[in-house]
């Protein structure tokens, strides 16, 4: 008897693209009714990194039972994050209290 895995297998990276390999990812989060929070697109910032938002938190225990990630992916407590691309996935940063300085 052989066991297979029903979990999708990613790959590091896809031909012309640094982001391509990651849309499993991002449609299975959206599935799941996680907004994005970014207009749909990674945005990258002057630096060349790049991050796909989602209002909500990321579920990465669920991820992990989806799927199967390639070592230069990283699934944080809060984050899927591509070493190999320099790219995240991850939740927007909630806005704090602004600041007060006092003189």
Same mark, same amino acid.
Do not use: C, W
């Given at each position: 008897?052989?066991?297979?895995?029903?979990?999708?297998? *990613?790959?590091?990276? =896809?031909?012309?693209?640094?982001?391509?390999?990651? +849309?499993?990812?991002?449609?299975?989060?959206? %599935? =799941?009714?996680?907004?994005?929070?970014?207009?749909?697109?990674?945005?990258?910032?002057?630096?060349?990194?790049?991050?796909? =938002?989602?209002? +909500?938190? *990321?579920? @990465?225990? +669920? =991820?992990?039972? +989806?799927?199967?990630?390639?070592?230069?992916?990283? *699934?944080?407590?809060?984050?899927?994050?591509?070493?190999?691309?320099?790219? %995240?996935?991850?939740?927007?940063? @909630?806005?704090?209290?602004?600041?007060?300085?006092?003189?």
């Amino acid at each position: 008897m052989s066991l297979t895995s029903d979990k999708i297998a *990613l790959v590091e990276k =896809l031909p012309d693209s640094r982001t391509a390999h990651l +849309q499993p990812v991002i449609d299975f989060l959206k %599935a =799941l009714g996680n907004e994005p929070a970014n207009g749909d697109e990674f945005v990258f910032n002057r630096d060349g990194y790049g991050e796909y =938002l989602f209002r +909500q938190p *990321l579920p @990465v225990a +669920q =991820l992990r039972e +989806q799927f199967t990630f390639p070592s230069t992916i990283t *699934l944080t407590g809060t984050a899927v994050e591509d070493t190999r691309n320099f790219v %995240a996935i991850n939740q927007a940063s @909630v806005p704090g209290p602004p600041l007060i300085f006092q003189l």
